[in-house]
């Protein structure tokens, strides 16, 4: 995956943050001041009745497995969940509001049949996306946006639903990455690492991950097709 570079980056940085605060993992906080951003870890899917009698299967390789199922309320698609690899397992749930624009999806993307992030919409278009780099199947990287442009990211590197990582995206691709070093719940001064200057290169995520998965963000019924398995990678 061309993602994977970044999030061992990612996992590193958490290491040195929780190396130099004497803490390994989810352990007791007493030292948290009253601004720590505590944030719900949990990966919920939301529910969506591909069983139901009334949700329409379509089977686009004829292996006789559905890869995408619409479940509609009073004819209105409400939402659907898709197969993109032909693997017989859904690794893409959509969700639309009452207008019929996007709302929700929800993605995996190591094919292992778990969700890995959860995006949200506003009109149809991204506000915040919700991922789980680890693993252990829990939230810790949170990106905002703005009119659909990325502004900002937080991180919990250690798992333990207190943010200690602050991306701000002054310019796309070079984050400025401040951290929590004293384990207090707030970014300390001297503790902010520019990305790009560090490793000399700008991130491939999330700028390719929004260019990759762009297609999907479209309305739905612009997708006409099912994705094949992907290519291997060298």
Do not use: M
Not at 55 to 83: F, Q, S, T, Y
């Amino acid at each position: 995956s061309r993602w994977v570079p970044l999030v061992r980056w990612i996992l590193t940085a958490g290491l040195v943050v929780v190396g130099l605060s004497g803490c390994g993992g989810a352990q007791a906080r007493p030292g948290l001041s009253e601004g720590a951003q505590r944030r719900d870890t949990a990966v919920e899917h939301e529910p969506c009745d591909v069983d139901g009698e009334g949700a329409e299967r379509v089977d686009a390789n004829g292996d006789g497995r559905p890869d995408i199922v619409i479940v509609r309320d009073g004819g209105r698609e409400v939402c659907r969940a898709v197969d993109l690899n032909l693997d017989g397992t859904f690794d893409r749930w959509t969700y639309l509001d009452e207008g019929g624009a996007v709302r929700r999806q929800e993605s995996d993307y190591d094919r292992d049949g778990r969700i890995d992030e959860i995006a949200i919409f506003r009109g149809g278009v991204v506000i915040e996306r919700h991922a789980a780099t680890t693993l252990h199947h829990q939230l810790d990287t949170w990106h905002f946006y703005d009119q659909g442009k990325l502004v900002r990211t937080e991180r919990d590197s250690n798992g333990d639903g207190v943010v200690d990582q602050w991306w701000e995206y002054r310019s796309p691709e070079c984050p400025l990455i401040h951290s929590d070093v004293n384990n207090d719940g707030r970014p300390d001064p001297g503790a902010t690492i520019d990305y790009c200057k560090e490793t000399g290169s700008a991130p491939p995520l999330p700028a390719e991950q929004q260019a990759e998965l762009r297609r999907f963000d479209q309305p739905l019924e612009t997708v006409t097709e099912v994705e094949g398995p992907p290519a291997e990678a060298t």
